[in-house]
């Protein structure tokens, strides 16, 4: 099945094949890095398909989501990054009748490794009122949630399916969500659940996955490459080019934390970061990132110079053609 669907992935030949935006990204050899978005909370809340383009008009959304969401976004003010709101669904994995999933990660102070998380089974119409008091940290309503808390800990992968909003998320998305739920979700062993996701961004780089607690994002992944992401089998080297960044931090930032999780290996996932950036302009930055292990064992810093280099040209479903920037490390330097 595996070598099939790599076929599909590869295929970048027909002019009918030439509009999907994701083909022609990799016929332009576009480099992902420094595309992901940084948000300090997400909130996934599972809806039934069929979606809609704006999956908030389908069927099955929660009825009065939108106002409420908008208005408690409203409140916080520009001072706060937005949290982002997605739909989620499963082919192996529902809650009971009348029930909902939500599930919450959010970002703690640096320095950081993972993303902290909390879930929940409520009611349906119960769904807002939890919304609302996790983006409100209202904790004497939580309290009141607690029965409804999903305690066993596994890794998330929300890979983009939603085909109607892009097409390129339904042909190469799809097939990408079932390799991993039909050949890792199954395996109990890897604490592993693969969701299908509505629309993040980034459809050129489908398919396209975010990957929590760790917070990266993915990009034009084939089957052949999932051993390394997800069992971290070989060298991470073999992700480099399909890595979108990490999702704790802005697009210079990525492009100095990828280089570095290049050079140091697995375990840079599991190490302590804290990013700063030194100096920057629109061109260029001077990024810093400090690491650590929990214990302190491990410690030590790098400094990277990154700027903007040339641009591909990219579009296909329905996008009029662009120019897509590039970013090139200059240096870097272990300190």
């Known amino acids: 099945m595996a070598d099939t669907r ?11 094949e030439k509009n999907y935006c994701s083909l022609i990204s990799r016929q332009s050899n576009e480099d992902p890095i420094g595309s992901a978005s940084s948000h300090e909370r997400y909130v996934f809340v599972e809806v039934p398909t069929p979606w809609e383009y704006k999956v908030e008009e389908s069927k099955h959304y929660p009825q009065g989501l939108v106002e409420a969401w908008s208005s408690a976004v409203k409140k916080e003010g520009t001072g706060q990054k937005p949290p982002r709101l997605l739909s989620i669904t499963s082919d192996r994995i529902q809650a009971p009748a009348g029930f909902r999933r939500i599930i919450y990660y959010s970002r703690t102070t640096f320095p950081l490794a993972y993303f902290e998380k909390r879930e929940y089974l409520v009611l349906e119409e119960q769904v807002i009122e939890l919304i609302l008091s996790l983006l409100n940290q209202n904790n004497e309503k939580l309290h009141q949630f607690e029965a409804n808390q999903v305690t066993e800990e596994y890794r998330d992968l929300f890979i983009c399916t939603h085909g109607s909003h892009d ?5 190469f998305g799809y097939p990408m969500y079932q390799e991993i739920d039909e050949k890792y979700a199954s395996n109990p062993s890897l604490s592993l659940r693969a969701w299908r996701t509505s629309h993040f961004g980034g459809h050129r780089h489908a398919p396209t996955i ?25 060298e991470a080297t073999q992700l480099a080019r399909h890595y979108r960044g990490w999702g704790a931090i802005t697009a210079f930032e990525q492009v100095a934390e990828r280089e570095i999780f290049m050079k140091e290996g697995w375990s840079w996932i599991g190490y302590q970061k804290q990013s700063t950036i030194l100096e920057a302009d629109e061109m260029k930055a001077t990024i810093r990132i400090d690491y650590s292990t929990t214990d302190q064992a491990t410690s030590g810093a790098y400094e990277a110079e990154i700027q903007i280099g040339d641009t591909v040209t990219v ?10 920037r590039q970013f090139v490390v200059k240096s870097l330097v272990k300190v």
């Open 210 to 234: 975010i990957d929590l607690p760790e917070g990266r994002y993915w990009a034009q992944l084939r089957p052949d490459l999932l051993p390394a992401l997800i069992e971290r089998k070989g």
């Open 6 to 16: 790599n076929e599909q992935y590869d295929q970048i030949s027909g002019e009918v």
């Open 315 to 324: 579009g296909g479903c329905g996008l009029e053609s662009f120019e897509a």
């Open 167 to 171: 097409r390129c998320c339904g042909k």
